[in-house]
């Protein structure tokens, strides 16, 4: 065991800080992030329009148009909220202004952006249009950064306002950066009668869709999660640099179905990871929680129980982590990626042959279970599944628990009599 640390320490853990710190990465999570407000928000009008009581919802059937405007409102803007904020992000993180950086690349989005006679094609303002708005805002501020290294922009004298030397400065790459898009969508618009939506979704989008959105590919970014959390990584921050663009757009795809009246197409989502395999935290720890409180012998253990189970609860998992520890700790890890792959295994297949409802709704990630489970999904059958899968977590936690325990217990007993 102590060789395997020594391995995911040496030869897993220096890349993956690196991956997690890249500052493109790191972009993309915060910027996507900044729209989950809007999703929660969303989400509590689409519980309210499809509430997972049979008879109330039957209540609130006539009211359901009205009851999802705002989840248009919000899940169909995902593209327009992250093309701004990834690329302020990123040009913060090069010394840029970020306003500036977000409005050039908001403004080149649109330009790339079908149009139709009403206007714009507003199905691309939303997920099917988060990877190009990905592409776009890192295209745009490492534009505008050539530019700026290149002393290329118009400096104001002193005395001048800020905001309006800020507008001058950014009139030189704005300007290329609209002509770069503007020449990208004419060309593939003359010579391949496609726009770089159609592009990107070929290319890209759909074959990292099926793979992020598959049975495997969720089971990977689970053992992944998992591993690097053993070495004391924040997993769900590593894996999510990468990921989180995939799980978000399948996430929007769930609730723009939802609002539709359609089947749900897809059992992987941004709730998967966030919701149904981290109760209590990473590792499913909330079983391990109640382990301690129930079951330690150790008084050490079982004090550590009643001050971490509150935080576990509401799916914080730092305290018992790094109290206990589980990170580096040879005998709590195997349980630790054990659970959580047997409770994704578990929910998927459940929710693949349609025993318990898709996740449709976003919660905050902090909603305790088995309530998060029943308003993602607004299926009652989902809080039992939930229960399970804590039951399962601690069935697999208790052998090694056991062990550990034992072992706390027999060392607080020679200090006693020492």
């Given at each position: ?93 090069y010394n840029l202004d970020g306003l500036t950086s977000g409005i050039l690349s908001l403004s080149s989005f649109i330009l790339v952006t079908p149009r139709i006679e009403e206007g714009f094609q507003v199905v691309y303002m939303g997920s099917q249009g988060l990877f190009v708005a990905i592409i776009i805002a890192i ?280």
């Open positions: 065991m102590n060789k395997l640390f020594e391995c995911i320490e040496k030869g897993l853990m220096p890349p993956m800080i690196k991956i997690s710190e890249q500052r493109h990465l790191k972009a993309i999570r915060d910027g996507l992030i900044a729209s989950m407000p809007l999703m929660i928000i969303g989400s509590i009008f689409l519980i309210i329009a499809f509430p997972p009581i049979p008879a109330l919802a039957e209540v609130m059937a006539p009211f359901i148009e009205n009851l999802t405007l705002p989840v248009h409102a919000t899940f169909e803007i995902m593209g327009l909220i992250a093309v701004f904020a990834i690329a302020y992000n990123l040009g913060k993180s295209v745009t501020v490492e534009i505008y950064r050539l530019i700026v290294n290149k002393n290329l922009i118009i400096k104001m004298p002193e005395g001048v306002p800020e905001a309006v030397g800020r507008a001058f400065g950014a009139l030189i790459p704005g300007l290329v950066v609209v002509l770069v898009f503007w020449v990208i969508r004419l060309s593939l618009n003359s010579f391949f009668k496609l726009s770089i939506f159609d592009v990107v979704e070929r290319v890209l989008q759909t074959p990292l869709k099926q793979l992020g959105g598959s049975f495997l590919g969720g089971l990977i970014a689970v053992l992944l999660i998992q591993v690097l959390w053993s070495a004391g990584i924040h997993g769900i921050s590593v894996v999510a640099s990468v990921m989180a663009p995939i799980w978000y757009a399948l996430a929007e795809e769930n609730a723009a179905a939802k609002a539709a009246g359609e089947v749900l197409p897809n059992v992987m989502g941004q709730q998967m990871m966030a919701i149904w395999i981290a109760v209590g935290g990473s590792g499913m720890v909330l079983a391990l929680a109640i382990l301690f409180v129930w079951k330690a012998k150790s008084k050490h253990v079982k004090s550590l129980g009643k001050m971490t189970i509150w935080s576990s609860f509401f799916n914080i998992s730092e305290p018992i982590m790094f109290g206990a520890p589980v990170v580096m700790n040879p005998i709590l890890i195997i349980p630790f990626i054990l659970a959580p792959v047997a409770v994704y295994v578990i929910t998927y297949l459940a929710m693949a042959l349609n025993i318990v409802g898709r996740s449709y709704a976003v919660v905050p990630w902090t909603t305790p279970a088995p309530f998060s489970g029943i308003l993602t999904t607004g299926d009652w059958k989902a809080g039992v599944l939930m229960i399970v899968g804590i039951l399962i977590s601690m069935a697999i936690y208790y052998p090694f628990f056991r062990v550990w325990d034992n072992q706390i217990a027999e060392q607080e007993v020679e200090q006693k009599s020492s």
